[in-house]
């Protein structure tokens, strides 16, 4: 049962003291400013940099997004959006390096939007919740508990052209199976049932929108960068069935994930694996940019 996490009770769901213990036992290991907003200030003039809202936890942390100086409503967007997990540093780090790359490159055909942190807190504690023990990427829903879902929410609502591809970039680390998950059966007052962490790069599709040429075409430019998870001994990945190498779907909307923000023809989940020993952060940010490359390029050919 729950005795593998040091916080709560086992079958017991955790009440606000348990959150209390949980959220003081978290310190920021990294810096935001540094590494998040003093490199928006770093971006090159296609880039044009603005606030979309601000959290409010132990201090403030501003929401901001990128998006494309040559901006024309009758041209399709493209949303990008990262650190939806605050720990899952290559996306935001990649995120920031396509702003910085290859924004431009792409600007005269799409407008695009790019959120690159979504949750500070989290990227400065390395938390996969906010403070309250929440999973800001389980809570894109009416009347959402977490700000920072409710604040992207709104912003990306406020997007008048139409969004043509949504890409949300994350990871799947080992620290899922070793903290996360435990932490969230805890939380829960459920027992917890491990899993194998998938070895390499997945992404997700949407089980109501699949578009799996697309996402074929996306693990084939990430193939170029590093090694896309097989499947395991039950053909599936984290628990859902492979649809095609290094594909599958999850049904976003019911999930309350990220993915279900908008009703973009293309949208996949990226998840780069980066605790594989042929891995480092700059193999894991080329990654996300070559699914955002790959993605980009196969709309280009089939719109």
């Known amino acids: 049962m729950n005795k593998q996490y040091p916080i709560g009770e086992p079958g017991k769901k955790w009440d606000k003291t348990q959150v209390q213990q949980w959220r003081q036992s978290q310190k920021p290991q990294r810096s935001y400013k540094i590494q998040v907003l003093d490199k928006l200030q770093q971006l090159p003039p296609a880039c044009v940099i603005e606030q979309y809202g601000e959290l409010h936890y132990q201090k403030n942390y501003p929401l901001m997004a990128i998006k494309s100086s040559e901006w024309v409503n009758a041209r399709p967007t493209i949303l990008i959006t990262g650190g939806v997990h605050g720990y899952e540093t290559s996306g935001v780090q990649g995120a920031l390096l396509f702003a910085k790359e290859y924004l431009k490159q792409f600007q005269n055909q799409f407008n695009i939007v790019i959120t690159p942190c979504v949750s500070p807190w989290g990227y400065e504690h390395i938390q996969r919740w906010n403070p ?18 409710k604040l ?34 805890a939380r ?57 190498e290094g594909v599958i779907m999850y049904a976003m909307d019911k999930l309350g994930l990220c993915g279900a923000l908008t009703d973009a023809t293309y949208h996949t989940t990226t998840e780069v694996y980066p605790d594989s020993p042929k891995a480092s952060d700059d193999i894991c940010n080329q990654a996300q940019i070559a699914a955002l490359l790959g993605a980009i390029h196969y709309i280009q050919a089939h719109t």
Request: glycine share 4%; net charge negative.
């Open 132 to 149: 309250n023990a929440i999973d800001p990427n389980r809570s894109f829903y009416p009347n959402t508990p977490s700000d920072e879902a």
């Open 152 to 185: 992207l929410s709104e912003y990306v609502a406020t997007i008048e052209s139409p969004i043509v591809l949504h890409m949300d970039l994350h990871e799947t680390t080992d620290s899922d199976e070793q903290e996360f998950r435990p932490a969230l059966a």
């Open 188 to 244: 829960d007052g459920k027992e917890f049932q491990p899993q194998q962490v998938p070895d390499g790069f997945y992404c997700v599709g949407k089980t109501d929108n699949p578009q799996l040429d697309f996402l074929k075409a996306v693990i084939e430019s990430v193939r170029h960068v590093t090694h896309i998870a097989p499947a395991d001994h039950n053909g599936q990945i984290i628990g859902s069935q492979v649809q095609s």
